[in-house]
């Protein structure tokens, strides 16, 4: 894979990581039956958030990389 290829694939994960994070804070931390069920829940989806940043640092990271090869 090129880094253009990269990128575009790091930039969907992050999208993914954002959606992950709030089905995993529905799923597990909106109704859960006790308090730290559900306190796990919603850290467990905040953790998966942050995910969202690192993958599009690394996307711009390998957009300017891509852009670097051409020229």
Do not use: C, Y
Request: without cysteine; hydrophobic residues 50%; neutral net charge.
């Amino acid at each position: 894979m090129n880094n253009r290829s990269l990128s575009n694939f790091m930039n969907v994960a992050g999208f993914a990581s954002i959606i992950a994070s709030i089905i995993i804070w529905a799923a597990r931390g909106g109704q859960s039956n006790t308090a730290e069920q559900k306190a796990h829940g919603e850290r467990f989806g905040i953790f998966v958030g942050l995910w969202a940043p690192t993958f599009f640092i690394l996307a711009n990271r390998l957009e300017l990389a891509a852009q670097d090869a051409e020229s």
